[in-house]
DNA sequence: CTTATATGTACAATATAACGCACATTATGT
DNA sequence: ACATAATGTGCGTTATATTGTACATATAAG
């Protein structure tokens, strides 16, 4: 997921250039200094609200045409360049392949837990479902005292909007596919 | 134009209190501090849009969610709680009526120009157009050493994407309506 | 009532956004 | 070529966003 400020450094640019304005112009358009411009088409400054509203109404293009990231038909995502985030002593290993974006309504996730690796997630929002397919291993799923033990192949569905409880209770790596549904 | 910022600090505790959340949850899922949440929340201050970013995606909540203004059917603006700007060494004086709004593409004005008031207006962006309509005394709009004089009543359309100058030349106070309208 | 827990605010310290000015470089005109 | 203006960047200063800790108040538990 690329950061948010050099989408809108991108935008600002491309906007400020099509239109052919300079630094100056755009300064005097919006009220914002010269310099900060600058450096948030640079990428280097990440715009408080109340200048990203000055450069939006300066402009006159809305908050979106700022801050929307171009979405490519194909997109294609490699392990390798993921940024993976680890819980339980490194045995919960989180791979987020297709983080939350606002306009769709899920993430997916790929999970990997060592022999023996166990997580505690809190209750997500209301209304939460997750959708969870094991590849490898064996997955135990503890929801309010009740455990559903899967295995390779296996899948489930459970509404998340409560504490609920990862489990490896072999000693082979078990390997599954997660995704988070968030309704409304 | 009531501030942005505390468009944004209504709308995101709405968000938290409708989610039953603390602002140790909130910032547990935004992995932004409880004290700038409670901050944000209070109006105190103007989120970095980094934070926003983070705000957002820690609620699952779209970017506009967070900045939208629930507009009133109705909605009226007294003259006198109406912030205006001068020019001219205060012989222009600008009412900013309706601002611009990014879903519209036009804001509304009311000028008044004081006797032998006189304001060079650089030009808007490409497409621009201004809508006047006299209401007192007598205007002059001078587009590319054109001059095109107006009295009461009169009304007149043009291209404000080129420089223009705005004219009072008589003695008495000159009294318009002034609508700009940005195109695409 | 007392103790513990949770929730929101006040405060001090730090990081960084925002500004004004000066500089380097590039266009523009003569 | 030269002067002039315009454009974008570097720098020091100021304003403020952000954080962590401590505090106050409320809420729940015993």
Redo the contacts with the bound molecule.
Sequence with gaps: MEEI?LVFARNLKAI??KEK???????QLS????????????G?????????W?IANGLKVSFSELIHEPQPETEVIFGEDIQFLTEDHGKYIVYPHFPFQKDRRFEIYRIEIEQGGTLNAEAHREGTEEYLTVFDGELIIRIQDRDYRLSSGDAIRFKADRPHTYINPCDTVTRLSMTIYYPR
């Design positions: 400020h400020r250039e304005l300079s630094l100056e112009k755009v300064s009220g914002v200094s010269k310099t900060m411009i600058g450096q948030i088409e640079r280097e400054s990440s715009p408080t609200l109340t200048t990203i000055k």
